[in-house]
């Protein structure tokens, strides 16, 4: 039992280069979230899914898309990437929209 | 205003002292309250949820003030392993789906 598992754990990237962070649960819970952790600031929530088939906008959506592909599985893609990406990123799951967050190791990504 | 405030320390403790943090929110409609913990670039892992009565688990004490817009969470008998960033984090709904995060405040709990 993994728990919240993500890839890649570091990424560089130059500005305007695309990728996409993966995030995977075993937990079979509903909800997914992104978020991402900037110094002084907090986390903050970019993207949620609710449930599959389900995503909608957090407070930072801007420069990002996100897939839910399965009940697993969501994605957080970055299309142009700018310097002002650089962060880390969190995914989290819970069993449902009220429950627990639980939060994989995190995505430390470098935009040049 | 931020949403959530916390001092952010550090707060460096000898061990077996007692110290507390806190925490406010502005948002008085805020519904459900949380201490998560959070080791150095490691992810945030709950260590407590805080309800209006307040409550406890082991050394660690969590207290709500509503009428105040403040939480707190004291810890008794500091380990070293407790040294971490304490996240305070606060939700308008029920529960998980928007979470508002605090910056933390670090505790340093030494020798």
């Known amino acids: 039992n993994a728990g919240v598992t993500q890839t890649p754990k570091f990424q560089v990237l130059k500005t305007g280069q695309s990728m996409t962070l993966q995030c995977a649960q075993d937990?079979?819970?509903?909800?997914m979230y992104w978020y991402r952790q900037d110094p002084g600031m907090g986390l903050r929530l970019i993207y949620y899914?609710?449930?599959?088939?389900?995503?909608d906008k957090g407070e930072v959506p801007n420069g990002y898309n996100v897939s839910r592909l399965n009940k697993r599985e969501f994605s957080l893609r970055l299309e142009s990437a700018a310097p002002s990406q650089t962060s880390v990123y969190f995914c989290?799951?819970?069993?449902?929209?009220?429950?627990?967050?639980?939060f994989g190791p995190g995505t430390r990504l470098t935009v040049l | 205003r931020k949403e959530v405030e916390q001092d952010p320390g550090p707060f460096n403790v000898p061990e077996g002292a007692t110290v507390a943090f806190n925490c406010t929110y502005s948002?008085?409609?805020?519904?459900?309250f949380f201490w998560y913990r959070q080791d150095c670039r490691k992810e945030p892992k709950l260590l407590m949820s805080?309800?209006?009565s307040g409550n406890e688990d082991g050394r660690f004490t969590a207290q709500l003030n509503r009428a105040s817009q403040y939480i707190s969470l004291l810890i008794r008998d500091s380990k070293l392993s407790d040294s971490a960033t304490y996240l305070c984090v606060v939700s308008l709904t029920g529960g998980g789906n928007k979470l508002t995060f605090g910056t933390g405040t670090q505790l340093k709990v030494e020798l």
């Open positions: 937990m079979n819970h509903n909800s």
């Open positions: 989290a799951s819970s069993e449902q929209e009220r429950g627990t967050q639980y």
């Open positions: 899914s609710a449930s599959e088939g389900t995503t």
């Open positions: 805080v309800y209006s």
């Open positions: 948002n008085s409609a805020s519904q459900s």
